[in-house]
């Protein structure tokens, strides 16, 4: 199986400050048809995950241009340009390129 | 509107059946492309990909779990279902269900909450 590192697995920031999280993959995340499948979810307290940016950079409708997304292969990163309070929770880079579809282990992102 | 809602027991006892449903609307599972996964997480886990079935029919399965898993769809397709075998307290956790139209997972179910005990 595939296996997303993500780091940090904890994120303290104050509200518009700039964040990244990486995300890095065992194995390239190039699918045959050409498309890498690394999307980027939030799960907020008591919440289901959400899309937030599909196929390394694809920014799902109606999530805020403040969430960016890039990498290739094996090296993902998600940028947030200026936190916000409803930014707060749990992110999770999956991949959808090999099957069984993978998880990372998760970015918690607090308030400092 | 694209809504997916999750049903299950609640609560089941070590060696039962676990079975799942799936109701959806706003979207034709018929319609090229798309898939409707199952996904669980363990309470302060992260998530794992369980199952899916595709708009044809077609289905995947996590090899870990393979040989305890069932997904199936009704004919209307409305509903997707997953059957878990000899379940036991490992998998207690919440279940979600989600569409994904090319592997983007855009909707995912409130989730339900499934509890293994004696």
């Known amino acids: 199986d595939v296996v997303l590192t993500q780091t940090p697995p904890t994120l303290s920031a104050t509200i518009g400050q700039s964040v990244s999280i990486s995300c890095r993959s065992s194995q390239s995340l190039l699918d045959s048809d050409g498309d890498t499948y690394l999307n980027w979810l939030l799960q907020r307290p008591g919440q289901s995950p959400q899309l937030l940016i599909y196929?390394?950079?694809n920014l799902e409708s109606g999530v805020p241009n403040r969430f960016s997304g890039s990498g290739s292969e094996t090296d993902f990163t998600l940028k947030i340009s200026g936190v916000e309070a409803e930014d707060l929770g749990v992110y999770y880079c999956?991949?959808?390129?090999?099957?069984?579809?993978?998880f990372g282990a998760g970015t918690k992102l607090e308030l400092k | 509107q694209v809504t997916l809602k999750e049903s299950g027991p609640g609560m089941l006892q070590p060696s039962k059946t676990l079975s799942l449903t799936c109701s959806f609307s706003?979207?034709?599972?018929?319609?090229?492309?798309?898939?409707v996964s199952w996904i669980r997480q363990p309470s302060g886990k992260s998530l794992e990909w369980l199952a899916a079935i595709d708009w044809d029919g077609d289905k995947y399965y996590n090899p870990s779990l393979k040989s305890r898993l069932t997904v199936s769809k009704d004919t209307s397709n409305t509903q997707v279902f997953l059957k878990i075998t000899s379940v036991d307290i490992a998998d207690t956790a919440t279940y979600y269900c989600a569409r994904s139209c090319y592997s983007d997972f855009d909707y995912w179910g409130q989730g339900v909450m499934v509890t293994v005990s004696s």
């Open positions: 999956m991949q959808a390129t090999h099957a069984p579809y993978t």
């Open positions: 706003g979207f034709s599972l018929s319609t090229s492309g798309m898939v």
């Open positions: 196929s390394v950079s």
